[in-house]
């Protein structure tokens, strides 16, 4: 085993080693061993400087766009991958040949337990969109799945007792979503700097639960957010190689499932499942994030300006372009081609509104399942049963020996064109409305929250802030008042939402309307664009501690 030293390491957060539930259960302590951690800062110091030579790379390609030598195109230099027939992903692991329907959510404890006992066939634990990384929300949700992998994940609060209903081997197939990335966790330093959030959440699970997850007829199985490169990609493959040889686990056990969520990767989709291969287990369609990416990429060219957030659809020419491409890219290699989230949640309060929704969420999976998807998201236990009741149309497990014709050229990648495209001023009103009330929520540590009876995550946020910072770059003319949109309106709209919002939040004084408002206002005048409304706000949930924790003390 190679020795690691962690002279150079500190640790800045709480590693409690009392049991936060009851009855008892893991501690922090038991999750930030010595060896786990020898574990993940191995990892980073191998691969921390090509990480960030990969996060230089995106930022020369975002120089290159914006001065107009478009860098969107097939990569000539991997056209050989493309025009090989040949290869092929690996035969299907257990656990996830049918990935029909795949509940998503934050490692909450509760919604943990509610996921595992959804009738879905997969379950996608998220330490990403939908968490915000305060120390306790990160390391609380590696505890709990080593609770769960290990069925000792039931607890009692005062309002409820939570319990598995099935044992974990024969519960939905977990799949975990670590940080992308651009992501550091700043409560762990590794030689002067903050650890990668990436290797962090990836490594504590997989070195804790790999071989438990394989005992029980599965295995670590993982989902890959926001990447821009295949080179990205195979930054992870190589991290999964040393990770298996690490704990003499074969190479193949670990199956990830690729989010194409940025422009530039749907540019790169066979190159990205080519990179991980053996390791491969699909791609998904992130069509939240797709959206921002594509906003955000082409956000300085005046061709490429979207209309209202609502306009924006899976059928709008440059989605539904993305999709085809995606499902034919994944069924001609031999893997999944997962669908998405649709945004509509449960209405509780008004049955017609309610079945207006879910209607939504039908004709949604409708279309995906027609397209071609071999299964999808659902955002909530009471979404499973439609999205099983449209996928049991299969007949099958997966539909992957279904190869529709491939379309999707760089053209329709790039067609932004949308019909009837307005932008409005409700539409501008409801973008500052939904970014002010989530970054709120997230600085308080919720990083899912339903506003408007939609599910609202960081992704759909990052599409409402970079609208108003889209529409007022351009000068955009508003539909109604056939003004242009100003710094001084946005503004003027984002203070009397800020004021009402905050005198009327539950949190009284607590809230962080003001706090929120403060970040959101030059990127919605247009004076800044953060790369990343969590990298931009992450230092306000910082708790850290001056002083870093006594290393000896790790158990
Ligand atoms: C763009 C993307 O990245 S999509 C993927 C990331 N997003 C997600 O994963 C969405 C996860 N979903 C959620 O967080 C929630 O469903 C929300 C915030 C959208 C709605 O939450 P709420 O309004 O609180 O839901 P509601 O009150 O109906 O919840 C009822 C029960 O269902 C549970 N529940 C709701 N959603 C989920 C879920 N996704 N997984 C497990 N349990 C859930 C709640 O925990 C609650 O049970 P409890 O009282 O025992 O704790
Ligand atoms: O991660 C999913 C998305 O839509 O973004
Ligand atoms: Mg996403």
Redesign the pocket.
């Known amino acids: 085993m190679v020795k690691v030293s962690l002279d150079n390491v500190q640790i800045f957060g709480d590693v409690d080693d009392t049991p936060k539930f009851s009855p008892a259960s893991t501690t922090v302590a038991d999750i930030l061993t010595k060896d786990a951690l020898e574990f993940v800062v191995l990892l980073h110091r191998t691969f921390n400087p090509t990480r960030k030579e990969l996060l230089e790379n995106r930022i020369r390609q975002q120089d290159l766009i914006d001065s107009g030598k478009t860098a969107f195109q097939f990569l000539p230099e991997t056209a050989v991958i493309r025009d090989d027939p040949t290869w092929q992903g690996p035969i299907l692991a257990p656990g996830l040949i049918n990935r029909s329907t795949e ?4 490692p ?1 404890r ?6 595992l006992n ?1 009738d879905v066939t997969t ?2 634990v ?1 330490f ?3 968490l915000a990384p305060t120390w306790e929300n990160i390391v609380y949700g590696q505890v709990n799945l080593y609770d769960a992998i290990r069925d000792q994940i039931n607890y009692t609060t005062p ?2 007792e ?1 319990k598995l209903n099935k044992p974990f081997a024969t519960s939905p197939t977990v799949i975990v ?1 670590p940080r992308g990335w651009h992501m550091e966790e700043k409560h762990v330093y590794v030689d002067g700097a903050p650890i990668s959030a990436a290797i962090f959440d990836f490594g504590l699970y997989f070195f804790h639960n790999a071989q438990a997850l394989i005992e029980l007829g599965k295995g670590p199985y993982f989902y890959l ?1 926001k990447m821009e490169h295949h080179l990205e990609a195979k930054l992870w493959n190589d991290i999964f190689n040393v990770a298996q040889d690490y704990l003499a686990i074969p190479r193949g056990t670990i199956r990830a499932t690729v ?1 194409i ?1 940025t422009l530039p990767a749907s540019f790169q989709m066979e190159e990205i499942i080519y990179q991980l291969r053996q390791h491969s287990s699909g791609l998904n369609c ?4 797709y959206i921002f990416s594509t906003i955000k990429k082409l956000r300085n060219l005046p061709d490429h300006i979207l209309p209202n957030r609502d306009l924006v659809t899976m059928t709008s020419p440059f989605m539904d372009a993305y999709v085809k491409r995606l499902i034919n890219t994944c069924h001609r290699r031999g893997v999944h081609a997962m669908g ?2 649709a ?1 509509q ?2 209405i ?1 309060d008004d049955a017609e509104a309610n079945d207006r929704a879910m209607d939504k969420v039908r004709q949604d999976k409708i279309r995906e399942l027609t397209n071609g998807h071999d299964g999808s ?6 979404l499973a049963a439609i999205c099983n009741e449209v996928f049991s149309n299969m007949g099958t497990a997966n539909q992957i020996y279904k190869i529709p014709q491939l379309t999707g050229t760089a053209d329709d990648l790039l067609n932004t064109n949308i019909k009837d495209s307005v932008v409005t001023v409700d539409g501008i009103t409801a973008n500052v409305d939904i970014g002010l009330q989530y970054m709120e929520a997230w600085l308080r540590g ?5 506003i408007n009876h ?7 946020a990052e599409v409402s802030r970079c609208q108003i910072y889209q529409w007022v770059h351009h000068g955009v003319v508003m539909a109604d008042t056939k003004e242009a949109i100003t710094p001084d309106l946005v503004t003027a709209i984002l203070e009397k939402q800020t004021e009402k919002l905050a005198s009327t939040s539950p949190f009284g004084n607590e809230n962080k309307f003001e706090l929120a408002a403060k970040y959101f206002l030059p990127e919605i005048r247009g004076e800044a664009f953060s790369d990343f409304l969590t990298t931009m706000l992450y230092d306000e949930l910082l708790t850290k501690n001056d002083k870093p924790f006594d290393l000896q003390k790790l158990k």
């Open positions: 509940i998503t959510g934050p909450l509760n919604m943990l337990v509610n996921a959804a379950y996608m998220d990403e969109d939908s309002r409820k939570y979503r957010p989010l969520e992130g069509r939240w994030d998405g989230m945004a949640i449960p509780k998201w659902v955002a909530h236990p009471a919720s990083g899912c929250v339903p939609l599910m609202e995550d960081a992704a759909t």
